[in-house]
């Protein structure tokens, strides 16, 4: 293809034409490829509208973009995030855990309990998380052993684990606990200017983002996500990752308890209620396709941030609370149709271009 240069008022001015008639890309094209390029990466097109949304209630009102009201945005989606990073595992296989929440008010409880009959804090918030992924496993054998989807047999143990929670308190907050103790104000406490619990996310997101990136674990993930016949067929055992999995996200909801437990110093039976579809939202607002196939942890924190921005952005806007629910179903909606659009539109790009 023959290009001609026709100089224009100096080196500066030099504009590029073809002789076929077709235009040479511009300034205007690279921008436009690199905003495509951006939204390819599945955690961008969330991480550019939660940055537009905060961006749009600082607008508003300039408070908001204070240090101490963004630090206490990331805090409030701390417990959804580390549950929604595990969930993007289980949903990257095609399953739901829709106990999570349930798990975190229960390890919450448990604990509680515990250093209320003098165990030491460290001690029982270690058994708050081996109890979480105890439950865990609880709903990994129901699948396994009942052949039901993971979808139904943590529906049940939704009810069963909060009921438990309940039961064990006596419907009633437990508190009394030693609040000067290093469990609570280490990890209830702030560190380099972040909540310690922020740099918990911080790390869980690292860790995860390698096993599911680079380990074998992480391959076979994704693999029986994408075609679970295919990946049968290669030796990949489907039961053993999906007991794996469930109980890696018990472990990671017994986390966020134990780290909820630390800042709020009480166990409150309901708490954590509505976390498991706050995690499915981050989820897939994130990037994580209900199809399974892929998944992205940082997309699924950044997920939990966004809808912990709508949050606290309803309450500068005088929403009253009742509209809170309405709204953030609206924003997941939204955010899950531009998604879906987005990737629609790369599906027939790419198919002009095998054409």
Known sequence: MEENTAPSGGGRGAQTTRTDGGEQPGRGAGVRDLGRRALAVESNSVLI?????????????????????????????????????????????????????????LSIVCSALLMQHGWNPWLAGLAGVILAGGMGLVN????????????????????????????????????????????????????????????????VVIVLTAVLRFTPYGYRVRAIGSNPEAATFSGIS????????????????????????AFFISGDPNIGTGFELQAIAAAVIGGTPLRGGSATVVGAVLGAILLSAVNSG???????????????????????????????????RRAALDG
């Open 49 to 105: 509208a939660t940055i537009a949304l905060i961006l749009f209630i600082g607008i508003c009102h300039p408070d908001f973009l204070t240090w101490d009201q963004l630090k206490e945005v990331v805090q409030n989606a701390v417990y959804v995030g580390i549950i929604a990073a595990g969930m993007a595992f289980l949903i990257s296989m095609r399953e739901i855990d829709l106990s999570v929440g349930s798990i975190f008010g």
């Open 140 to 203: 990994a054998v129901a699948v396994q052993l009942i052949a039901i989807p993971a979808i139904v047999a943590t529906l049940a143990t939704l009810s069963m684990f909060r009921g438990l929670a309940q039961a064990l308190s006596d419907g009633q907050q437990v508190t009394g606990l030693p609040a000067q103790n290093s469990f609570f104000t280490f990890l209830g406490g702030d560190k380099l200017g972040l909540p310690v619990s922020v740099w918990v996310l911080i790390l």
């Open 238 to 261: 489907i039961p053993r990752t999906r007991v794996q999995t469930l109980v890696l996200v018990g472990l990671l909801s017994g986390v966020a308890g134990m780290l909820g437990l």
């Open 314 to 348: 309803l309450a500068y806007f005088n929403v009253p609370v009742n509209w809170s629910n309405f709204a953030t179903g609206a924003v997941i909606l939204t955010a899950v149709a531009l998604d879906s659009l987005i990737r629609g539109r790369r599906a027939l």
